[in-house]
Structures are given as structure tokens and as C-alpha cells.
């Protein structure tokens, strides 16, 4: 064999090499792998009746990974004791149930995964797989079937826990506070529907909670609550719609304390409009006090003058049903120095009142120390009045457009509790021009007054606002523009204010209407009827 055909042989020879390996080698590009994983097999099988055991293995066609099972896994009727599923932060071609609970005898229960199962390469998701089996001879098969709305807002809150309890001899309605359900399910992140499935035949209450710690029952300070308003009996072809509430809290008063000299700290919790502060001590004739409403925090201040030399002080709080006596140890602590703020500063609405407020309770005002001279130098008349609990005096004055407003109020013009006076204080606050902004007009049709007319931001928080108590069109005048949603509010006991629902007394909340959102332009009006439709 010549050197040439040596040569030739021996690249061919390699040629054949890299040719294999490239066979071997990933092929780059493709179509990416969208299927889910396939279930071939549970030990026992799905839909199992006589289950004894506490161990259940679920195989999967590929490797398989679990994520968010504490918030996806949702098991019915719930367990005291929850099961140990693995794998968690690993893959596997396996998911293994423990069950170290003790299950009830003929009793059927649903696994329900949520979106916790995907394939590990890709994250294709295995949705809403469900394992279920039996303690007795057959698998329960009646559901229950609704939809969860907030009735205060556009949209619910996510993860929604929807339950029933089975009304027996051993059923009362604390029981929500105490026990779990009998049956429950969950809305998850996707969907505001409900489905509760494997039930048995009886009579059930329904309920849904936005169950914050996630033990199934509720807390009434952090927890959302809906329910029907009767009892349901299973089987049933209804579909329920369940309104989800935030109940007003029951009144709590808490120990009181001295937060600063002559200051005393009173923390609650619920509402404080009917809260009273009755001072049980001997006090001087010469004795004053103030209470004023913390602006961020539950609280309630309680002011006094003069310091008093004594070790404590005794009081008595009532709040309607609610009454307890504290002391309160008196120790020495520095005073609270005297501020003083305007607001709105910088620019101010043609309707929006100006307001004066201090970090001590006011004690007097002198009027004829307080000028507002627009900017032609033309004095304006105001009117002031004084709201107490929030410490602040209220302005009112005609504003024009494009108009500057100097408020100037001279030494002595405020004195608070202490005595203290405010040196010279000087504000300047400015209108915009009358087209900078927009106006609407809504028509009312097949309402009940009184109502509360709302415009919202996209989160629900209110930006104008009217109250109506007969048949009228609604006018919104100098609006900033924007886009609004609509909300109205029925206030059936007609106390100006949306009042939200309590469950043990059985009480839904007050009937709220939404409607689609409305864009307001400068310089441009807009009317819109809005047709209601009753329940």
C-alpha cells in the first residue's frame, strides 16, 4: 500500500469519527417540549375505595418537580395532622403521600395538587390534579358549585379557601372560629369560581374565607369572611355567589400609658366613634383635658393640664357594650413641643377646605389675627370651623382660577392646652385654571336612596365623593382628569357610610354596585346613565 492510499485511508477513518460523535451529540433548535407530564400509575389506584394504608405513590412518564405546595395543596375534608409529600426541591418520577393523620371511617377525600406539579426540564405545569379515595365502600360524588365577588371591590382577593360545615347535632355557629370544615376548596391565584367536589348527601353551611394564616378558621382581625345565607342541602343544582367581607372589628380597649408629659396613649381596637375616656381620679377645679385621634395609628390621646402630682391615674373606658377600668403610673417624661401645619400646600381644589392642625390640642383661636388676601391683594372672607378629635381648625373661603392665596395668621392667633402660642404663620396656596379640569353628570336609573356615589382609582381607593337621598342626576364638577371607577353604594340604615357585614348576627354587607370605569379630560364633560339592576 502506497503512502497516498495510507493518507486517504486514515482521513476517511477519522471523518467516520466525527460523523458518529455528531450523531450523538444534542440537536440544537427543534421544537421546544410543551406536553405535560402523564400520570402511568398510583399505588393505590386513583379512585381507590377501602382505603387502609398511609402511604400513596403517584408515577409520572418524566421527572417531575413540586413548588408552592404549601399555598397549591389542598386537602378534603382537611387533616389535623398534614402529610409529608416529597419530592420538594429535588426531581423525581414520584410523588409520595404520608399520611400520619387519623382518617375518618367512610370518608371520602380529594387531593387536589393545584398547580404544584410541573415536568422538570420545561415547567409544563400538570394543573388541578386531583387524588382521591374512599374509607368505605364507595366514593362520594355530589359538588357544589359558586362564585366568590368582594363587596366592596372590583375584584377578590386570590386564594380564597371555600368550605362546608355539616349541620349536625354537634354544629353551632362558633364553630367556624374553632374546628375545620367538612369539606373544602380553594380558588387559588387564576379564578374567582368554586368548586367543591366528592360531597356526600346532607345539609351543610357554606362559607368562604381569605383565610390569611392558613388554618381554616377564621380570625376575625385579619381574615375575609362570605357565607349564605341559609343552610344548603347536597344534592343541590344551585349556584352559589358568596360576597367576601372584612368585618368591623368588636371593640377592645387596651392598658393605656403615659406617652409624654401630660399625654396618655389609649389603644383600641374596632370603632371608636362611641368610645368615652372617663378620668376616676380627684383632679383640681382648675383642670382641663382633650382627647385627640392619632392620625396613623388606633389611638386616642388623652390631654391634661395642669401636671398633676400624684403616682397614677385611674379611668374608665366604655365603648357601647364595652366597659373596663386601667391605671395608668405617672413618671416623669418631657412634653410634646407645639407644630403647626396647613394642608393642602402648594395647590388647592375650589371645593377643598383648607385645614390648620396641630401636634397639641388647641385650646382657643382669634379670628381677627388670621388674613387670606388673594393675589390682587383683595382681602377674602372665610369661616372656620374647629373639628376636635382631629385637632383641626377648618377653612372655608370662594376660590377662583388661576388665583394665589396668602394666608397669614399673626402671633398669638392659636394657644394650645399648655398655653403655648404660635409665633407668625405664613401659608401660600394656588388654584388651577378652570381648564385643567374635567366635569360628568350620571343619570340614575332603578335605585334605591339613599346611595353613596363613588369615583375610584383602579385600587378602590375613593377620590370624589356625594351623597344622594332622592332621585337626581349626580354632578362632579371640576374633576382632576383621569380615568374613575364607578361605585355605588346602597345605605339602607342611611348613616352615610358603608357598613360591612358580621357573621354570627348574620348580617350581609351593605349592597354595593359597580360599574365600568369612566375617563375624564380636561376642559371636557361627559354624562353617563347608569341603569341598576335589584337583587
Known amino acids: 500500500m502506497n503512502k497516498t492510499l495510507s493518507n486517504f485511508i486514515f482521513i476517511v477513518f477519522i471523518a467516520l469519527i466525527f460523523i458518529n460523535c455528531a450523531n450523538r451529540a444534542t440537536p440544537q433548535g427543534g421544537e421546544k417540549d410543551i406536553t405535560p407530564p402523564k400520570i402511568v400509575g398510583s399505588e393505590p389506584e386513583n379512585y381507590s375505595t377501602n382505603f387502609a394504608g398511609k402511604t400513596i405513590k403517584i408515577y409520572f412518564d418524566e421527572y417531575i418537580k413540586i413548588k408552592d405546595i404549601q399555598k397549591q395543596l389542598i386537602i378534603s375534608p382537611p387533616m389535623k395532622t398534614q402529610p409529608e409529600i416529597t419530592p420538594l426541591g429535588g426531581a423525581s418520577k414520584f410523588i409520595t403521600i404520608k399520611i400520619y393523620d387519623t382518617l375518618q371511617p367512610n370518608t371520602t377525600y380529594a387531593f387536589n395538587f393545584g398547580n404544584s406539579i410541573s415536568d422538570n426540564n420545561e415547567s409544563n405545569p400538570f394543573p388541578y390534579f386531583r387524588y382521591v379515595f374512599s374509607t368505605g365502600d364507595y366514593i362520594d360524588s355530589l359538588t357544589v358549585n359558586g362564585k366568590i365577588f368582594d363587596a366592596l371591590n372590583r375584584k377578590p382577593d386570590t386564594f380564597v379557601s371555600v368550605g362546608l360545615y355539616e ?17 373544602i376548596t380553594n380558588t387559588l391565584d387564576s379564578v374567582s369560581t368554586f368548586s367543591i367536589e366528592n360531597i356526600k348527601a346532607g345539609t351543610y353551611m357554606l362559607y368562604a374565607l381569605k383565610d390569611v394564616n392558613v388554618d381554616n378558621k377564621f380570625q376575625q382581625k385579619t381574615d375575609k369572611i362570605a357565607f349564605h345565607n341559609e343552610y344548603i342541602t347536597v344534592p343541590t343544582n344551585t349556584f352559589y355567589d358568596l360576597k367576601l367581607f372584612s368585618e368591623n372589628l368588636d371593640f377592645k380597649a387596651f392598658r393605656p400609658q403615659l406617652v409624654a408629659s401630660e399625654k396618655i396613649a389609649f389603644g383600641y381596637e374596632g370603632d371608636y366613634e362611641n368610645m368615652k375616656i372617663t378620668l376616676l ?4 377645679e382648675d383642670f382641663n383635658y382633650s382627647i385627640t385621634k392619632d392620625v396613623k395609628s388606633d389611638s386616642l390621646y388623652y390631654w391634661y393640664s395642669p401636671k398633676l402630682e400624684v403616682d397614677s391615674l385611674n379611668f374608665k373606658v366604655s365603648n357601647n357594650d364595652f366597659e373596663k377600668e386601667f391605671s395608668v403610673k ?8 407645639l407644630t403647626i401645619k396647613a394642608t393642602p400646600a402648594g395647590s388647592i381644589g375650589y371645593d377643598e377646605d383648607l385645614k390648620i392642625t396641630a401636634s397639641i390640642p388647641f385650646k382657643t383661636f382669634d379670628d381677627s389675627k388670621m388674613t387670606i388676601m388673594s393675589k390682587d391683594s383683595t382681602m377674602v372672607n372665610f369661616t372656620s370651623s374647629f373639628d376636635t378629635i382631629n385637632n383641626s381648625y377648618v377653612f372655608n373661603f370662594k376660590k377662583t382660577e388661576e388665583n394665589v392665596y396668602e394666608i397669614k395668621v399673626l402671633p398669638e392667633g392659636f394657644t394650645d392646652l399648655f398655653g403655648n402660642k404660635n409665633d407668625t404663620l405664613k401659608y401660600t396656596i394656588r388654584t388651577k385654571k378652570e381648564s385643567d379640569f374635567g366635569y360628568a353628570r350620571f343619570n340614575l336609573v332603578n335605585t334605591k336612596y339613599p346611595i353613596i356615589f363613588q369615583l375610584t382609582n383602579d385600587k378602590g381607593d375613593v377620590k370624589f365623593e356625594q351623597y344622594s337621598e332622592k332621585p337626581e342626576p349626580i354632578d362632579f364638577l371640576n374633576l382632576v382628569p383621569a380615568k374613575y371607577f364607578i361605585r355605588v353604594i346602597w345605605d339602607t340604615n342611611g348613616n352615610k357610610k358603608f357598613d360591612s357585614g358580621n357573621y354570627l348576627k348574620k348580617i350581609q354587607p351593605e349592597k354595593v354596585s359597580l360599574f365600568d370605569e369612566v375617563e375624564i379630560r380636561a376642559d371636557w364633560g361627559t354624562t353617563e346613565t347608569l341603569e ?4
Request: aromatic share 12%; no cysteine; glycine share 0%.
Open 532 to 535: 341598576f339592576i335589584e337583587e
Open 330 to 337: 405617672m413618671r416623669s417624661l418631657k412634653p410634646d413641643s
Open 167 to 183: 349541620v349536625d347535632s354537634t354544629f353551632n355557629d362558633s364553630i367556624i372560629y374553632k374546628e375545620n370544615p367538612k369539606y
Open 281 to 284: 381620679s380627684e383632679v383640681p
